[in-house]
């Protein structure tokens, strides 16, 4: 609830999302892989639900689409309760992570099976599978059987499977986690043009941050069994609620450290580790707070110790290590006794050798605390 | 001929591409000297004995002889006697009804154990192979005492007031040869099965069923044609085992019971005449093979 700001929304007068889940629980034994979990699709959006391995986002997918059920919670589907029924009368279909296409049948037999269970004529069905072959863009291998594809093209084959019965919601576990980077970058494009021409509502589970980012038009951060944050790519990442959002969206140089003193819009903290102030939007801290200073890598500036720009934070270090990564350069930079900070550098920057010292700054804007919630519950 | 573009610098592989110099071991050759002790064994064993008896079938007995007299008569005769024809059409009915009701009861089982009760499974498929250890004549005069006049059935159904004559169809019919050969063939079924099912993916299904199968067209569409090898497997070796058993029907078949191992069997000893038990014998072979041939291709249009 209350959750539609900065919302991609299409027309939709009833108001009705597409998937909503209502404080859904789940245990397995002793472990809960879901603890009241409760988020909505928009109709005709692309949500990523993110979040690392084990937190229990195939399990809120299984539920959804019925193959698991929830020990406490509801799922509604354009507005219909959905918790008593079994997955063929659900108005779902699914993307498995293996996409298990019939061995048996030819890629023909597995993209018409939906139909072939509605005795939808033969000519029908053999038009709705070319169409379906080229909004996948493999048109022409229907005769085919699925031990001759490729991993790719047999997820295009699973996709369009689940696509030809017109579903309007679609769900996808990890769809592309067994295909290479290159394959994979393309066929995230490809499944965001499907999705944006067919205007179905995909609920797309992934624990690729990156991915989400590229693809999403919202967000749900997932973390053992609960949602720790749900937005926009742009909010999760300008704006992290937590520290957990704050590290698993992008990178981010995470700083403990207490609240010195604060005047309710700017907030000055006093580093653990190494003792250097740093000033930072308020965010809401109380004086004496223990938090967590994140700054992501591309924020930071460095520069030779003195060197003058007008970052308002700035703190002396040595530099100890350097990656390159083709079009960025990546510099450790040590600020204290176990404290190292990340900043990222064009290629062309200024060479700076090891081990000279430097000074790292960045601006009090591009500063986010965050409670501490290692060091302070429900603080 | 890439061998030669690419030049002498690179190794000569040994593979059946590689036309250059010596030819290599031809790609069939390791699979052949695998194949060779089982093709030998076969050959010795079982083509060997089968290939004197097809030509047993041709010849014919005088004085207790044999004598090879190369005449279809064994045939002629086997396809024209009404007592044959009656008997081949008795075997094959009570070898089929035994071979499905099996096929049937052990997939129920297999499937169970596959897909419901997967943590007892190492013990339910032990229980299986103990089964497969108790004696077959045990088991046998077990069900006579069961099915008899004096058994446990027609007891308590006479003690019930529900019948007051014990009902003697029980034993000494087709019903008691079927039971006792289901009983029998079971767990020779459960096992092909089992080993089909383990193939089929709890995915699969589960696909099967996010498209819009019922519980039923999910197993008709999908975990059935997956593990139709085994079932079909298991259906061809209770049939035949069931149409060459020749103990079950003479212990408990009775006159509408017995089947053609048996008259095959007394056609070799006490009438001593193995060119027409030989005959009797391909007969039943070929019908048997006829039909399972016919469930096969049948099957294989059906389940798609
Ligand atoms: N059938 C099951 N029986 C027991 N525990 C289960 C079962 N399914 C899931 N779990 C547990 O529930 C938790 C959540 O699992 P889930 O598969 O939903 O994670 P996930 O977020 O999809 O992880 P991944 O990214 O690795 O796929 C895990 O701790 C897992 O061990
Ligand atoms: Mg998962």
Redesign the interface.
């Known amino acids: 609830m209350g959750t539609g700001t900065g919302r991609v929304t299409r027309d939709d007068p009833a108001g009705e999302a597409a998937i909503a889940v209502e404080g859904v629980c789940k245990r397995f034994g002793t472990t809960t892989a879901l603890d009241g979990v409760s988020l909505r699709v928009e109709p005709g959006t692309f949500v990523s639900l993110l979040g690392p391995s084990g937190c229990g986002k195939t399990t809120l997918l299984r539920i959804i689409?019925?193959?698991e059920h929830a020990d406490a919670g509801s799922i509604s589907i354009h507005g219909v309760r959905v918790d008593r029924l079994?997955?063929?009368r659900r108005p779902v279909?699914?993307v498995?992570q293996?996409y298990?296409l019939?061995?048996?049948?030819s890629i023909f037999?597995n993209i018409a099976?939906?139909l072939?269970?509605?005795r939808v004529p033969r000519a029908e069905q053999r038009a709705r599978v070319a169409e379906m072959l080229d909004l996948v863009r493999l048109p022409g291998i229907e005769a085919r059987s699925p031990a001759q594809l490729s991993g790719g093209q047999a997820q295009r084959v699973a996709l369009a499977?689940?696509l030809i019965?017109r579903p309007r919601v679609l769900l996808l576990d990890e769809p592309l986690a067994a295909l290479d980077l290159k394959l994979r970058k393309a066929m995230q494009l490809e499944l965001r043009r499907i999705q944006e021409e067919l205007g179905t509502s995909f609920l797309y589970v992934t624990h690729d941050q990156e991915e989400a980012l590229t693809m999403s038009d919202w967000i749900v951060l997932m973390s053992e069994g609960r949602i720790a944050q749900q937005g926009t790519p742009a909010e999760v990442y300008e704006r992290p609620a937590n520290v957990f959002a704050s590290g698993f969206i992008g990178e981010a140089n995470l700083l403990p450290g207490i609240v010195a003193a604060t005047d309710g819009t700017t907030a000055r903290v006093r580093l653990a580790d190494g003792g250097a102030e740093v000033t930072a939007p308020a965010n809401g801290v109380r004086s004496d707070q223990p938090v967590v200073v994140s700054v992501r890598p591309e924020r930071l500036r460095i520069g030779r110790a003195g060197s003058a720009n007008g970052a308002e934070n700035r703190i002396p270090g040595r530099l100890t290590r350097r990656v390159f990564l083709g079009n960025i350069r990546r510099e450790f930079v040590a600020i204290g006794p176990d404290l190292v900070l990340v900043a990222q550098r064009g290629v062309d920057a200024e060479p700076i050798p090891n081990g000279e010292p430097v000074e790292v700054s960045w601006q009090a804007a591009n500063t986010i605390l965050l409670p501490d919630e290692g060091a302070s519950h429900g603080g | 001929m890439a061998a030669e573009r690419l030049g002498p610098a690179l190794p000569v592989q040994e593979s059946a591409e590689v036309t250059v110099g010596r030819p290599a071991t031809p790609a069939w050759a390791p699979t052949a000297a695998q194949l060779a002790p089982a093709l030998l064994f076969l050959l010795v064993f079982l083509v060997g004995p089968v290939a004197v008896f097809f030509a047993y079938s041709f010849w014919t007995v005088k004085a207790y002889d044999l004598v090879p007299a190369w005449t279809l008569e064994n045939y002629q005769k086997a396809l024209t006697e009404p007592i044959y024809l009656q008997l081949f059409a008795q075997t094959l009915v009570t070898a089929g009804l035994a071979a499905i009701v099996t096929v049937v009861i052990a997939y129920a089982f297999a499937h169970a154990i596959r897909f419901h009760l997967r943590r007892y499974q190492e013990a339910l498929l032990l229980l299986v192979i103990v089964a497969l250890f108790s004696g077959y004549l045990v088991r046998i005069y077990a069900w006579r005492t069961i099915l008899g006049d004096e058994g446990i059935i027609n007891q308590a159904l006479i003690s019930l007031g529900l019948i007051r004559e014990p009902l003697s169809f029980l034993l000494f019919s087709r019903i008691a040869t079927t039971i006792v050969l289901v009983n029998f063939l079971i767990p020779l079924a459960i096992l092909p099965i089992y080993a089909a099912l383990q193939n089929v993916?709890d995915?699969?299904i589960?696909?099967?069923?996010?498209?819009?199968?019922?519980?039923f067209?999910a197993f008709w569409?999908?975990t059935l044609?997956?593990a139709w090898t085994g079932v079909f497997a298991a259906l061809g070796l209770t049939f035949i085992i069931a149409a060459g058993d020749y103990v079950t029907p003479q212990l408990v078949g009775g006159t509408s019971g017995s089947m053609i191992g048996r008259t095959i069997a007394s056609t070799f000893g006490t009438a001593f005449n193995w060119p027409l038990g030989a005959a009797l014998s391909f007969l039943t072979l070929v019908f048997v093979l006829v039909l399972l041939g016919l469930v096969k291709v049948g099957s294989e249009r059906v389940l798609?």
């Open positions: 689409g019925g193959f079994p997955p063929n279909n699914t498995f293996r298990a019939f061995p048996h049948k037999e099976f939906p072939a269970l509605q499977r689940a019965g | 993916r995915e699969e589960e696909v099967a069923r996010d498209l819009g199968a019922t519980p067209g569409r999908v044609p997956l798609r």
